[in-house]
């Protein structure tokens, strides 16, 4: 759905539930993030979340494993570890029963690779597959994280490239090379978890995913609700190899024009910025990483962190005063 639609629809519903008589909801509609948050006692908070999709890739176990690691990363971008999950399916009638069971057991596999526990579902019969997972996860409240601590002067920091979305839509379209799809499967497949733990023993001022509106969408979100400006520099940003490739050939799926158009008006490109690099930084991303504002003093230890522990991450701009975002390019063609 359009964000600003969705802003518009549950704006109305905010009144029915006034934060003064919920005091023990740390995050929920006034406090739109990525996941619900309430505090249980002084030492104990749960994260709630769902997100669910139609297929992304053509085999059925892989997809499963996405959707599920996808449905739990808004708990890694609160801070948080999962503890429960639920199935939620839609299936067609007609779905032959071994695909059902291999999409079911990619998700169940990612959950207890993540140290959670799969407890139930709920299925319905659906003219497309759909798959994905509500999920529970726990954290103290004093080391939840947020879209709204950045402050000036800190690095940002991106813990997966960007380009599934776009590698994706190829693959839909026949047209992905094969040497694209098995990095961009692996990255959907990848956890957040490590990167959630590297990030909380170092310390940052504020953390989210980055998957549907895009890298300039849910950084924009950042910006926002810190009250200060996103500056990314284009050459720093990392992509998946073939990402830049299907921009030049306009593969772009419907999400990348849907997120401009909310988002650019909060966006300054730099001159000499392509159109087809503009809209592929506002193009969707399925189980992306996080997107991390992290203290000056901070920065070199936790990209050592990173490198120590064999995960990747990118530094690729800094926060300043101000609002929005920019997107600079010194080396422009």
Known sequence: ??????????????????????PNVLVGLHVSDDAAVYKITDNVAVIQTLDFFTPVVDDPYDYGAIAATNAMSDIYAMGGEVALAMNICGFPKDLPIE????????????????????????TVDDKEPKYGLSVMGVIHPDKLLTKAGAKAGDVLV???PLGVGIITTALKADVAEP????????????????????????????????????LLGHGSEM?????????????????LDGARQYAEEWLFPGGSCRNQRCYQDSVH?????SDEMQLLLFTPETSGGL?????????????TRFAESGHFCAIIGDVQEGEGIQVIYSNPA
Not at 187 to 214: P, W, Y
Not at 269 to 273: D, K, L, T, V
Request: charged share 15%; glycine share 10%.
């Open 291 to 303: 997107l991390v504002a992290v203290p000056p003093e901070h920065a070199n230890l936790l990209t």
């Open 223 to 239: 910006a926002e609700k810190s009250g200060v400006q996103l500056c990314f520099s284009l050459e720093q940003i990392p992509f």
């Open 99 to 122: 695909m059902i069971s291999e999409i079911l057991r990619g998700g169940a596999e990612k959950v207890a690779e993540a140290g959670g526990v799969l407890v139930g579902g709920h």
């Open 269 to 273: 490109f730099a001159p000499g910025i």
């Open 179 to 214: 040497q694209h799809i098995a990095p961009a499967i692996a990255s959907m497949k990848l956890l957040n978890r490590e990167a959630t733990r590297l990030i909380q023993e170092v310390g940052v001022h504020a953390c989210t995913d980055i998957t549907g509106f895009s």
């Open 158 to 160: 991106l813990t997966k």
């Open 1 to 22: 759905m359009d964000p600003m639609v969705l802003a518009q629809v549950l704006r109305p519903l905010q009144g029915l539930f006034p934060a003064a008589q919920h």
